[in-house]
């Protein structure tokens, strides 16, 4: 039996080594986040190319990215490995979402929509709890249900009176919440998932590049270089968050990502001067509450309904 001195060690140790794997998941979480809520002025700078051939080029640049990756860690054979039968189904039907989710962000941050795009990221959260109650079979405590209720009623005020173009918001939120929940059900870690992603997306990209009437570069050297970094926007941030949700608690993610909405709000109504009409002002006052009650009920043991 050790000794309480003995112990006490083990236990100083353990905290030594715990304290910087948190703080390094702190500092990566957040910065994921951060890349993501700044999103909007690189798309913005991408404004005279078209929605579609931003998507392709992110997809390309993305798989030249982590196909490197890969390689140099040696995870080939094990991504190929897990990417069969069941597995590869599912990650058609991911990729299918992502690209989705990826083409009505960028025609929204093109077209004006930054508003609309952080209020989908608002919501995504509270539809992540709907699909895992609904699908899942998760059980949920009864605040949470308030929170998914409170939204729900925001996102109804906006659907009555027409502020602004509800799709956007609803797309964003659906799509990424169906990709996630594909992901959580899909044999396969993130990288892998990732990989095999935007290699299932690649052929469809470049006949995009190929045969669309645009040029694929010539618009500039600004921007020949932006789309060539579409892959380092694409790719890092998915990292970082990899890497930190291995870190952190489920529940401290759970309020980090609000940071990535929250910087989008502030953009699109301090930066980019786009209408705050007193429905977005209803609207998000009913999605703010309910994203406070979800993290409020995420942070409290679950009971049964």
């Known amino acids: 039996m050790p000794s309480p001195l003995a112990t006490h060690a083990a236990t100083r140790d353990s905290a030594r080594m715990t304290i910087p794997a948190n703080r390094t998941g702190l500092i990566l979480g957040i910065s994921a986040y951060v890349l993501w809520g ?28 982590l196909g490197a990756i890969v ?17 590869l189904l599912l990650l058609c039907a991911s990729a299918a979402l992502i690209a989705v989710n990826w083409l009505v962000y ?31 079979g998760e059980r949920i405590g009864r605040v949470q249900k308030a929170a998914v209720a409170v939204a729900a009623v925001g996102v109804a005020v906006m659907a009555v009176a027409g502020g602004g173009a509800l799709w956007i918001p609803l797309s964003l939120a659906f799509s990424f919440g169906l990709y996630g929940l ?12 990732l ?12 006949a995009v590049l190929l045969l669309g009437s645009e040029p694929v570069f010539g618009r500039g ?45 502030l953009q699109a109504v301090l930066l ?20 406070v009650l979800y993290a409020i009920g995420s942070r409290q043991p679950r009971v049964n309904p």
Not at 38 to 65: G, K, N, T
């Open 272 to 291: 980019f001067r786009e209408p705050l009409r007193p429905v977005h002002i209803v609207t998000f006052a009913l999605i703010w509450t309910g994203c």
């Open 106 to 136: 960028i025609w929204s941050i093109q077209n004006g929509h930054v508003l609309e795009a952080s209020l989908g990221y608002f919501i995504n959260p509270l539809v992540n709890v709907a699909l895992g109650t609904i699908v899942l």
């Open 38 to 65: 700044l999103l909007p002025l690189y798309l913005r700078l991408l404004h005279d190319v078209p929605a579609l051939q931003v998507l392709a080029h992110r997809v390309l640049w993305s798989l030249v990215l």
């Open 221 to 265: 050297m600004q921007t020949d270089v932006l789309l060539v970094l579409a892959g380092a926007v694409t790719a890092v941030p998915l990292l970082m968050f990899a890497a930190a949700a291995r870190r952190l608690r489920y529940s401290t993610m759970g309020l980090l990502q609000y940071i990535g909405p929250t910087l989008q709000f």
């Open 71 to 87: 390689v140099v860690i040696r995870r080939g054979r094990a991504i190929v490995a897990a990417a069969r039968g069941r597995t």
């Open 195 to 206: 990989t095999v992603e935007t290699a299932l997306l690649a052929a469809p990209a470049l």
């Open 182 to 193: 594909i992901r959580k059900v899909a044999a396969i870690d993130a990288l892998g998932g």
